[in-house]
């Protein structure tokens, strides 16, 4: 955790972006040929956490992962299938070897209480709870490249769904035995009581929380973040779960369509913006690895693999570059330096700065015009840039002596042409927007 409990940072201070990929389906439905394939692909990206389910939603009980094994014995999460757990182990491993982070969940929620869908069958109580995860965390105490989330589309609906939860957390816990070693949160479905807040927020294994905003096409996200930024205690904050690419916006093709990577994109700034330490990129054929071996969810558009490559998953990669471009860890929300109408529904702009005064950025979905009140930047010169989160961009706009207020007019606009005004101290000398050295990552940093 950074010092000001907002942010995760590597061990030697160094900030990590959480570059998410939703691969629920990972460790049931790729064979290890697929599975390399998927994890090369989002390496070489800069994706820096793949979020996947050991017992899965789609039947991952009774229907075999693709090595021919089941995870558990008669449905019985005290006895689980050692050759399942090769299975996932090597899995792990090979994330490992790519310099990803593997952001686990024990079980998909249905496995808890199916609660009007899912197939389940219902497995836990807080006694097995407990027992399974100790095992894993006993199992993967000295994997460097784990994060554990609970939940797994689900909220509590009572006192005992909440005492399972939390035993599983304690299981692991004491399975790693070093609760500062062992990072995790919680993946509830949408809701508007802040996410994991909602039920775990003031709990010590909760080390951050994490939102499922949904899957419409112009949802407020930004609210929803902006309320877990101003909880206490302080607690980095993440949208686990957005509008994926290529889904059927509010799960209505015939009367909204398919998710194009605009609508995903604009999700990630007014995320990141509004306070989250990082985003979580997804797609509707990829979470699921819809292939002609399997019925599709929800209307896929085509095959996983023939989706690895499109548009919103290169734009992601982008957001991150931008982001680690400027001092990450004391950037905060700066809806106030915003001067007059905000904007609503697609139009949203939303503004953050360096706490330190040494940059600002501003992003308009759709190219509207904006005032910014500069009086909070440190600086008497500044030196301003048109960042374009299409393709990353960056147009100098030139160095100016700072006015009070900067008035901007974007380079185009319209559905899909989205910008980011980047303002910078001039004596902080940064690089262009986007184009600093990444960190990196491997087994023996870590």
């Not at 399972?164 to 399975?175: C, N, P, Q």
């Not at 961009?393 to 700072?402: F, N």
Request: hydrophobic share 35%; aromatic share 14%.
């Amino acid at each position: 955790m950074s010092d000001n409990h907002r942010y995760l940072v590597y061990a030697d201070g160094s900030p990590f972006f959480w570059l998410g990929d939703t691969a629920w389906e990972l460790f049931h439905r790729l064979n290890r040929d697929s599975c390399l394939l998927y994890l090369d692909n989002r390496a070489n990206k800069g994706f820096t956490v793949i979020q996947a389910v050991i017992l899965a939603e789609l039947d991952g009980l009774h229907t075999p992962n693709a090595e021919g094994h089941i995870p558990l014995i008669h449905d019985d999460p005290t006895q689980p299938n050692e050759a399942y757990f090769q299975d996932v182990d090597w899995v792990i491993q090979q994330a490992a070897k790519r310099g990803l982070y593997m952001a686990i969940l024990p079980t998909w929620g249905d496995k808890v209480y199916t609660d009007r869908w899912g197939i389940g069958p219902e497995i836990f109580n807080s006694r097995n709870a407990y027992q399974y995860g100790y095992f894993l965390g006993k199992r993967y105490r000295h994997q460097w490249n784990i994060i554990w989330i609970l939940g797994g589309d689900r909220n509590p609906r009572n006192e005992r769904d909440v005492d399972t939860w939390r035993a599983l957390a304690k299981g692991i816990e004491d399975g790693v035995g070093d609760e500062d070693s062992c990072l995790m949160s919680f993946h509830p479905q949408p809701n508007d009581a802040g996410g994991s807040a909602a039920w775990f927020h003031k709990d010590a294994w909760l080390d951050f929380n994490m939102l499922q905003t949904g899957h419409c096409k112009d949802d407020p996200v930004y609210r929803q973040v902006i309320y877990d930024y101003g909880l206490t205690p302080v607690k980095p904050v993440l949208d686990g779960e957005s509008l994926y690419e290529d889904h059927p916006v509010c799960f209505q093709p015939d009367k909204f369509g398919f998710s194009t990577a605009a609508d995903v994109r604009k999700k990630f700034y007014w995320d990141l913006f509004s306070g989250a330490f990082g985003i979580t990129y997804g797609c509707h054929d990829i979470w699921q690895f819809y292939s002609s071996a399997h019925v599709g969810i929800n209307h896929p558009q085509r095959y996983w693999y023939e989706a690895l490559d499109l548009p919103g998953s290169f734009q992601a990669a982008i957001v991150k570059k931008l982001m680690l471009s400027r001092p990450l860890v004391s950037r905060v929300p700066a809806e106030d330096v915003l001067m007059g109408d905000t904007l609503s529904g697609a139009d949203h702009i939303v503004a953050t700065r360096d706490a330190d005064s040494n940059y600002m950025m501003v992003y308009t979905p759709t190219g509207k015009s904006f005032s910014v009140n500069l009086s909070v930047l440190r600086a008497r010169q500044i030196r301003c840039w048109w960042f374009d989160p299409r393709n990353g961009e960056a147009k100098e706009i030139g160095e100016q002596t700072k006015p009070e207020i900067y008035y901007a007019q974007p380079p185009s606009s319209g559905y899909g042409n989205d910008w980011v005004l980047v303002i910078d101290n001039a004596d902080a000398d940064f690089p262009p927007p986007g184009t600093s050295p990444l960190k990196k990552v491997n087994d023996q940093t870590e």
